[in-house]
């Protein structure tokens, strides 16, 4: 298993051709606003990716992303996922933030047993929508700013 990262740049020449493999549907070309995304293969197979936004310096947001339907419930998607999540607790991130359809109930899993907890719900077009925040870091910065 090996993740490959890619700039906004780089990604709006594959988007399109990943989200299609992930979703069925393609994307308009440069529709997504990343900082990143990261792919997963496996064997040279695509099996899943991944797009993060910046927020701030402490908090990323992790924006589309899914598995490709031959690789759903399977253990190289959790291998993938833990693999990008480990890679953001190296990042300068203190937290990281998704949101997932609430009856997405394999993302959700994986979300949840990945260290995500339920913050937030959304309503949108008709979806109920969960938001979902990890603490990557156990530290508080400013914290005697806070406190004082």
């Known amino acids: 298993m090996k993740l490959k990262f890619f700039t906004p740049a780089e990604w709006g ?12 549907a393609g994307l308009p070309e440069n529709f997504q606003r990343i900082d990143f995304a990261i792919v997963a293969e496996d064997d040279e197979k695509l099996v899943g ?4 936004v910046e927020i701030n310096s402490e908090l990323l947001r992790f ?4 598995c490709v ?5 399977t ?12 890679w953001a607790k190296k990042g300068p991130w203190l937290s990281a933030i998704t949101i997932i359809k609430n009856d997405n109930l394999p993302s959700l899993k994986l979300a949840l047993a990945h260290g995500f907890r339920v913050i937030g719900v959304q309503y949108f077009e008709g979806d109920v929508l969960l938001e979902l925040q ?10 005697e700013l806070r406190s004082a």
Request: proline share 4%; glycine share 12%; aromatic share 10%.
């Open 63 to 66: 924006g589309f992303g899914g």
């Open 49 to 52: 990716y991944m797009t993060g």
């Open 134 to 143: 990890l603490k990557l870091k156990d530290v508080r910065p400013n914290a």
């Open 75 to 86: 253990l190289r998607v959790v291998k993938a996922y833990s693999m990008a999540l480990e």
């Open 69 to 73: 339907p031959g690789f759903q419930n």
């Open 13 to 24: 020449t594959v988007a399109t051709k990943v989200h299609a493999a992930v979703f069925g």
